[in-house]
């Protein structure tokens, strides 16, 4: 009876600083310590679960918590220069030194259809960072995603009169989520597209890379890139010329996008460029099956 009474107090001790611990750790996820983990104490598999359930929780609303927070200084950051536009010309209107013709009314439309492309924007970027987990892979054909992508974005090719050609020089087995997958491309070629003058051409291409990875690359014949820009194209809201970007009106979170996606699919994302008006490529590396 001693025996089992002693055995008896240190099973309760175990299981009760457990407890406390959970219950500590989740008090301190409530007060916004995101950063906050449980470990485990080897008490069996139930509590385990518990505690890789809490420590789940506390991962998702940290990622939540961040996004939120980049979501914020960037949309502060990107809407300063269209609502001072705004201001100064309503300013300049109400005090007579600008009359409301043509130029203003353009100006004006500029500034509210920037601020809208930045609100969708913003929800794009904050949905795909936020729902990566949510990734449902499937086999599929490198081959296959480049022939679905070239055929949704034919029609806005042909209407600006650039023209889109795919290439298969290999089709290799990948297990990917094709709808994310499809993203990813579908802002590779509205990248493209903004950037290549009607006449030019751009060329998607499916081929083996080295070390067992598929490569889908994505070549155009626009604006090309300094070498010095190339680090920074896939920051957020980053633009490589800023006047010139607004006229085609994107913002650079699509990049952003495509690198959060090809990452969390164990790949990666890269741009070269031979300099300004010689073209960019864009290239997509992912794991292929193995045979």
Same mark, same amino acid.
């Given at each position: 009876? *001693?025996?089992a009474?002693?055995?008896s107090?240190?099973? +309760?001790?175990r299981v009760?600083r457990s407890?406390t611990?959970?219950? +500590?750790?989740?008090?301190?996820i409530a ?10 104490h $080897?008490?069996g598999?139930?509590f ?6 809490v ?7 940290e990622a939540?918590? %961040?996004t939120?927070?980049?979501m914020?200084?960037?949309l502060?950051?990107e ?5 001072t536009t705004l201001?100064?010309?309503?300013e300049?209107?109400?005090?007579g030194v600008?009359t409301?013709?043509?130029d ?15 609100a969708?924007d913003?929800?794009?970027?904050s949905?795909?960072?936020e729902h990566l987990?949510?990734?449902?892979p499937t086999s599929? =054909?490198?081959?296959a995603?480049v022939?679905?992508a070239?055929h949704?974005?034919?029609e ?5 009169g650039?023209?889109l /050609? =795919? ?5 290799a087995?990948?297990t990917v989520?094709?709808d994310?997958?499809g993203q990813v491309?579908g %802002?590779?070629l509205?990248n493209?597209l903004?950037?290549?003058?009607? $006449?030019?051409?751009?060329t998607v291409t499916s081929?083996s890379g080295?070390h067992g ?5 994505i070549? /155009?014949t626009g604006?090309?890139l300094?070498?010095d820009?190339?680090d920074?194209l896939?920051?957020r809201f980053?633009r490589v010329d800023?006047?010139? /970007?607004?006229?085609?009106g ?10 959060? *996606?090809v990452?969390a699919?164990g $790949?990666r994302?890269? =741009?070269?460029?031979?300099g300004p008006?010689?073209?960019?490529r ?10």
């Open positions: 009876m *001693l025996l009474l002693v055995v107090w240190y099973l +309760t001790r009760q407890i611990a959970v219950t +500590t750790s989740a008090a301190q007060d916004g310590h995101y950063d906050t983990r449980v470990h485990s $080897g008490l598999r139930e385990d679960e518990l505690a890789v359930s420590n789940e929780l506390a991962r998702r609303l939540t918590e %961040n939120r927070s980049r914020l200084a960037d502060g950051h809407m300063r220069t269209p609502v201001d100064s010309y309503l300049a209107l109400d005090d600008r409301f013709d043509d203003t009314r353009q100006v004006l439309r500029d500034a509210t259809n920037r601020l809208e492309r930045l969708q913003i929800t794009a970027v949905h795909a960072e987990t949510r990734i449902r599929t =054909a490198t081959g995603l022939t679905s070239v949704a974005a034919r806005q090719f042909e209407n600006k650039v023209t /050609d =795919a290439r298969l020089e290999d089709s087995a990948v989520d094709p994310r997958l491309l %802002n590779l509205d493209a903004r950037h290549t003058p009607a $006449g030019g051409a751009v081929r080295e990875h598929a490569q889908i690359i070549a /155009d604006d090309g300094a070498h820009e190339l920074h896939f920051d980053y800023t006047a010139r /970007d607004r006229g085609h994107g913002s650079g979170i699509g990049l952003t996008i495509a690198r959060a *996606l990452t699919h $790949g994302i890269s =741009a070269y460029s031979d008006g010689r073209g960019a864009f290239t997509v590396e992912l794991p292929a099956d193995r045979a």
